[in-house]
């Protein structure tokens, strides 16, 4: 029996029949085609997933749609301005080539906002400690924490 649920997805509302077995990783995709979320081992593991519920991550692989009710989600297509300017964090990746191949990047880019959100100017051991539930396979740490100091050097200027 599908259960009637309403989230605020990247500033829009959204109301939909969902069956309550339905992840929320399959939700956004398929249901809303916001494919930057990514699904990577389906364990909740890799970060792969991570998007924000309520401005806090969550592993949208292990979560059910029904769970986030109510809720107000970003994603990855959620950051950059609607004129397409680059969020700080889109930003610092691009210029520290803080990413390999890419697949990690929506998931360590979500982890890393909420970071900056708690600690607008983290130190290289709380990056990494704010990072850690995400996976590059790509063993490219050194650039994604260079990425976020970027960030953060920035938004600081811009403040």
Known sequence: MK??????????TYTRDVEPRTLLVHFLREELALTGTHIGCDTSQCG?????????????CTAFAVQADGGEITTIEGLAAEDGKLHPLQEGFWEEHGLQCGYCTPGMILSSEQLLQRNPNPSEEEIRKGIEGNLCRCTGYQNIV???????KNSAAKA
């Open 3 to 12: 259960r009637t649920i309403t989230l605020t997805v990247n500033g829009t």
């Open 48 to 60: 792969a997933c991570t998007v924000l519920l309520n401005g806090n991550s969550i592993k949208s």
């Open 146 to 152: 260079k990425a976020v100091q970027h960030a953060a």
